[in-house]
């Protein structure tokens, strides 16, 4: 079996990628036909994701030790990450003389109306909690914070957050993810299970919508 040398990362803000960062051409990868037009740009490719997701799974592994683990995977926008994140842990517990016991539990948050976030975020089911949160994207953070509190009334032992995407956006509080996958620019970003108006969640690279797209798909 392969070794890899892995390094302990500790907190940090994950891949960075820059404002003046093009992203790529969509010439030069697949995406379903029924997109064309409405994409400006692959900002992080399907491969680069499940490569990062690996590394995060690597991270949490080593963080936690032995302890069992309730995953709280956040629907609709995170359920891609979650699978493959708990996917990775699970091969690395496999592979290692560590078996991990895990959990996974779901619930549901809208705060998103077309590109703009919404006052009234709406949880949606809740469970038991002692846990680790696999999230889609944090923006201002204001659902996290909301997120958090309502799982801290649960008196877990430990709350870790993973999050995938971090974006630059004015205004953010101070409540980012424990484990970051990517940090981006601010712009409104669609594929891997993030949605404009539930469309785009048959994309797997995660991708700039542009306007054309914005206005096909506005309500
Ligand atoms: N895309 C999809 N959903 C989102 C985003 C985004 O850029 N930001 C917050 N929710
Ligand atoms: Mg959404």
Redesign the pocket.
């Known amino acids: 079996m392969a070794e890899f040398a892995v390094q302990s990362e500790g907190r940090s803000e994950g891949i960075v990628i820059k404002d003046d960062w093009p992203g790529y051409s969509l010439d030069l990868f697949s995406y379903p036909a029924h997109y064309s037009g409405d994409l400006d740009c692959v900002i992080i490719p399907h491969g680069v994701i499940m490569d990062r997701t690996e590394r995060l799974a690597r991270n949490i592994m080593d963080d936690l030790g032995n302890h069992a683990i309730v995953v709280l995977c956040v629907l609709k ?1 995170g359920y891609q990450f979650c699978a493959d994140l708990v996917d990775r842990i699970k091969d690395l517990s496999h592979n290692s003389n560590r078996t991990i016991p895990m959990t996974v539990h779901f619930i549901r948050l809208k ?2 109306l077309n ?1 703009e ?1 919404t006052e009234d975020l709406h949880i949606l089911g809740g469970e038991d909690l002692s846990l680790l949160a696999g999230k ?4 201002t953070g204001k ?1 996290m914070k909301t997120l958090l509190k309502h799982v801290e009334a649960f008196g877990p032992k430990m709350i870790k957050v993973a999050g995938l ?1 971090v ?1 630059r956006v004015p205004h953010s509080s101070a409540c980012v993810p424990d484990y970051v996958g990517f940090e ?1 620019p601010n ?4 594929g891997y299970a ?3 108006n539930e469309y ?1 969640r048959d994309l797997s690279h995660i991708c700039v ?1 542009s306007d054309t797209g914005k206005m096909k798909y506005k309500i």
């Open positions: 926008g705060s998103y590109d976030s889609g994207i944090v923006g659902t995407l974006k981006i712009r409104f970003v669609v993030l949605d404009y785009f919508i």
